[in-house]
């Protein structure tokens, strides 16, 4: 199994979901579904969209959480109903306040009509050295890279650039036919 | 001043170490909050009762100005105008009540100051950590303005003006400007100003935070300026009513009833009454102030045009201003309570006003008997999201919020803790001496013998007092 390469499993940059920094919250929720309907439907659909800066490179990433936390309120906790964990309340307690507050809050419609036009880079998370990882990498190191750094994806770089995206679902399906050819 | 700018880099190092997972930088902070020339000015000062253990140390420590009451040891410190109050500190042989332990008290305790630096800071009561009986310790710590540290053993923490941290075990965090926090241990936090927390696990938890917009007003600490806000304007208009007490060894005695304490550092202004079993500590400052059988003043207080009916408490820092108190009134620490002549406040008895209450008003306001109040009030309307009858937060069991107010647990146990603290304290003062039985700080404290002290005067260790060990 170690003789596949993170090329081999990678999904290049290409057929991946991608807008650039400064577009809104609805410009990558149709590149995703862009991408998605392009994409080989026998292979696992995509869950992100990637941020790119002018110079095409990868910047961060937009995940389903991500683009969630657009929709919470964050500015009607003016008593900061978050914060109350910390002082010892109970979860009980703040769920119960957080639907008293949603019950007074504006509807979900109206909440995603305003995220719709939030920027991307409000939200996205920013990749980081060890999310990066080499186009001839070893499967193994890959895996490894995945397990221990609890991440979902890796950037596939080649000669410094962004290359591709190695996401845990194909690294997953990889070591589950490898298992079951095993089996045989 | 070699000695003293590198017993200050030695604090701040030491303070900043233990802060640096919450990523703050107490320097910028405190860098000339107190200029050095200061610290050579004052003398400090120690008593001497025959019912306190008479036992000082200090060690490479400046103490300018501070005041030093029963068994208390500071090293490599710093004590600016603080008040080390070591008269409700456990003795040998106590019996110390833990749930689950009856712990002997095997020497008394002794309160130690070590690397740390404290502007008019007040330290009182005795450790509550069943972990440390026998040590109520202040180390690596930078405390400022009118905090007060209370019952509460402290480690690597920072606590901005006028804040308390009461009967809790704090080990690495910051205490925001105007926040009290009493929560039994915490470790690690960092406290927003203006949160006043009580928290007692497993039985109940009470929050309310400030408006940050509206508490800087009152009180409003940033780096590289001294404290500021309403809070700083009061207490530094009246300075000077006090420097005539500090200036003079042997001042002029005042007539007080017998069974009343009058501390010779403390402001009387003219048209004060004092009743039978009162209590003023030293750096209060009354003024037509009528004080009622049993009531008490306790250090940093200021009573204007008030009359407090009596057994009334008067927490640490609190400021009562044109206001009328019943019976059984308790005002906690660092509250600021302004009516104005013309529209007084008036406060039905029983009533707690909770630590760190702002009211200030601009219209006449009366507080029905039995209430508890907490937050920022300045009319009549805000009292509707910042009090509750005793009666019906007795009846909570589950959790309620009310305005920026959140309690979870028990409000029977709340009140019943509250009510035991304050009954605690009026004994502890001497509120309910009956000529025989009861006596308590109002009796105990009435003849104190001070001595002072005082640094070098020049060279390197100027302003570092010398190594002073005081025993009988």
Known sequence: MEKY??????????EYATVHVGSTLFDAVLALEKAQEEFDHTKYKHRGVLILDKKNRVIGKLSHLHTLRALEPKHDDVNGIKELGQFGFSAKFVRSLRKQQRRQGAPLEDLCKKAM??????????????????????LDMAIHQLVQEKLLSLMVTQDGNTIGILRLADVFAAVYHAMKECTI | MKALTELFDRIVQRVNINLRELAFDVRPFVKDLVPFNQLVKFYAFYGITPHHPLDFQFRHSNLAGSYFLGKCRTTNSILYKSDIRGDELKKKGDIFQYPGFEIPVSKDEGIRIEDSFLIKTLVHNYSHDPETLEKFFITNTVSTHYANIHGSPTDGSYLGPFSTVDLTTMNDCVIGAF?????????????????VWVRSPNNFNFLYRYPLDKLSHYIHFAAGAPPQGLLMDFVEDRKEAFQRVFEKVNIEQVSVPKSASLDRFAVLKPKTHISDNVLVAQRAFLQNAWMGKGANAQENCYIINARLEGFNVT??????IEADLGQNVFVGFNSFLRGRPDCRLTIGKDSIIMPHTIIDIKEPLKIPPDHLVWGLVTCAADLETHSI???????????????????????????????DR?????EANGALYDGMKNKGHAQKNQNISFNTIQPYPEGELKG????IIIRP
Do not use: C, W
């Open chain 1, 5 to 14: 390469l993170v090329r081999d499993l990678m999904v290049p940059l290409s």
């Open chain 1, 117 to 138: 036009m939030l920027k991307v880079e409000e939200f996205m998370h920013i990749t980081a050295e060890d999310e990066f990882i080499d186009h001839q990498a070893t």
């Open chain 2, 179 to 195: 926040s009290y926090v009493q929560a039994s241990e915490i470790s690690h936090l960092n406290i927003e100003p203006g949160t």
């Open chain 2, 315 to 320: 927490a640490h820092g609190a400021k009562i």
């Open chain 2, 389 to 419: 009858s005793l009666k019906a937060l007795s009846k909570i069991n589950d959790a309620f919020s009310l305005g920026s107010m959140f309690f979870e647990g028990s409000g029977n146990s709340f009140v019943t803790a509250f009510r």
């Open chain 2, 422 to 426: 304050i009954h605690h304290i009026l």
């Open chain 2, 464 to 467: 570092v007092y010398p190594t």
